[in-house]
């Protein structure tokens, strides 16, 4: 149960478009479509941005998107706006009704 | 409106016990698995048990299996978790969350978190 990894940082202009990584291992991401994504408010609750790799919940902007490639997964964030500045987790699911998170990333919005 | 509200939690001295509780409403809780996650200060999210609808399925992470224990009470609408033999690396906000429907395998929603700081 090794936790993905994910960039510490990554930062953008407004309008400009970041993509965060997060990378596990055939156990996790590769071995399920089952990879979500939360973003995290300083002292706030988790909210979930996306799941099953790329479907958006209600109300999740379309300029959130999320993709997945072998053991990699990414979320992608375009035309970046001052609210998006927040931290974001990815997690998998890794079999047997147990999970797996990222370290995080703390987007910056310049 | 979907609300999860945690309590429970406290400063207790190493080799201490707690037991954390999750108020689930705005859902019918019999029909969601639920879930325990937590943040220690400055670090990242970690997932730490689930439990099936009918509670007779429980799931833990390697760090806390065999001192952590998921409970729920479907008549109450409440999630519990007790954590016996408390390390200072349990130190974290523990947060409840509604898993996905079955099909699938994600958190919908989650509570505010309740704090445990595990200190002599």
């Known amino acids: 149960q090794s936790a993905l990894t994910q960039p510490r940082s990554v930062s953008g202009s407004p309008g400009q478009s970041v993509t965060i990584s997060c990378t596990g291992t055939s156990s996790d991401v590769g071995g399920y479509n089952y990879v979500s994504w939360y973003q995290q408010y300083p002292g706030k609750a988790p909210k979930l941005m996306i799941y099953?790799?790329?479907k958006r919940p209600s109300g999740v902007p379309e300029r959130l998107s999320g993709s997945k490639s072998g053991n990699m997964a990414s979320l992608t964030i375009s035309g970046l706006q001052a609210e998006d500045e927040a931290d974001y987790y990815c997690c998998s699911y890794a079999g047997t009704y147990t999970w797996v998170f990222g370290g995080g990333t703390k987007l910056t919005v310049l | 409106e979907v609300q999860l509200l945690e309590s429970g939690g406290g400063l207790v001295q190493p080799g201490g016990s707690l037991r954390l509780s999750c108020a689930a409403s705005?859902?019918?809780?019999?029909?969601?698995?639920m879930s325990w996650a937590r943040q220690a200060p400055g670090e990242g999210l970690e997932w730490v048990s689930s439990?099936?609808?009918?509670?007779?399925?429980?799931y833990y992470a390697d760090s806390v299996q065999g001192r952590f224990t998921i409970f729920r009470d479907n008549s109450k609408n409440t999630l519990d978790l007790q954590i016996n033999s408390l390390r200072v690396e349990d130190t974290a906000v523990y947060y409840c969350?509604?898993?996905?429907?079955?099909?699938?395998?994600?958190?919908?929603?989650w509570g505010q978190g309740t704090l445990v700081t595990v200190s002599s």
């Open positions: 705005g859902f019918t809780f019999r029909s969601f698995a």
């Open positions: 099953d790799v790329t």
């Open positions: 969350a509604q898993r996905s429907v079955s099909g699938s395998f994600y958190f919908n929603f």
């Open positions: 439990i099936s609808t009918d509670g007779l399925r429980t």
